[in-house]
């Protein structure tokens, strides 16, 4: 973003837990910066919707930054997703930025943007940590880790735990969940009859590839890791 962008965003936050992500909280952020509305339209055409996705990719750039400066190393990779999930969701920091965010991406006009958003943060978090699928497993790592990092939001936003230790014990039991499919899905593979009945379906999904990376650097929601620019 650029530095006005930058600027407005920043003034935004403490008007949009009273506003929502409107275009009433864009304009007082464009008032309290000194900021014309037409310039703080040309930044944000969509108003408060195009200031919600730039929270949202900023809480993903803050997150990758966060991995690329950890050592993983003696993580395993079932603790390493879970630990990324976890430092995106500790990047938001503040509840009621992200509470209105999903009220606003609940409305049918806006659901495509909070999808897109979401699976922009489960690619960033597999692209960070080094994945490198080039077939279907590409989408089906993504899908699952898109539904397990909203659930684990949902369930953020209403936790009153101490230092939200029942989200994180909640983001464990459906790591586990996924964890046990792919313990299944291996089984299968293993097994020569099951291998056989599969061999066409697996043939038919092997043609399916993931995008190219630059044609996900222009999806809304979409933010690069940190070691690309």
């Not at 409107?22 to 055409?45: H, K, V, Y």
């Not at 690619?123 to 089906?140: A, E, Q, V």
């Not at 936790?159 to 459906?174: C, E, H, I, K, M």
């Not at 593979?189 to 056989?196: C, I, S």
């Amino acid at each position: 973003m650029t530095d006005q962008s930058e600027k407005l965003l920043d003034a935004a936050l403490i008007h949009v837990p009273f506003d929502g992500w409107s275009d009433e909280a864009l304009r007082a952020a464009a008032t309290d910066c000194g900021i014309d509305m037409a310039t703080a339209r040309a930044l944000f055409p969509r108003g408060g919707v195009d200031l919600a996705l730039a929270f949202h990719r900023r809480g993903d750039q803050i997150m990758a930054a966060r991995l690329a400066a950890e050592d993983l190393s003696h993580m395993r990779f079932r603790d390493r997703v879970g630990h990324a999930i976890r430092a995106r969701i500790e990047a938001a920091e503040d509840r009621e930025l992200v509470r209105r965010g999903t009220t606003l991406f609940a409305l049918p006009p806006y659901a495509p943007d909070g999808v897109r958003a979401i699976w922009g943060t489960a690619d960033l978090i597999w692209t960070t940590l080094g994945d490198r699928s080039d077939d279907y497993n590409w989408y089906t790592k993504r899908a699952t880790l898109s539904g397990v990092y909203s659930s684990t939001v949902l369930y953020w936003l209403g936790d009153d735990s101490p230092q939200a230790q029942a989200t994180w014990n909640f983001l464990d039991r459906r790591i586990d969940g996924v964890m046990q499919f792919e313990r299944v899905k291996g089984a299968v593979e293993k097994n020569p009859v099951a291998r056989a009945l599969l061999a066409g379906p697996r043939a038919l999904l092997s043609c399916v590839k993931p995008p190219a990376s630059a044609t996900r650097a222009q999806m809304p929601g979409y933010a690069r890791p940190a070691q690309e620019g």
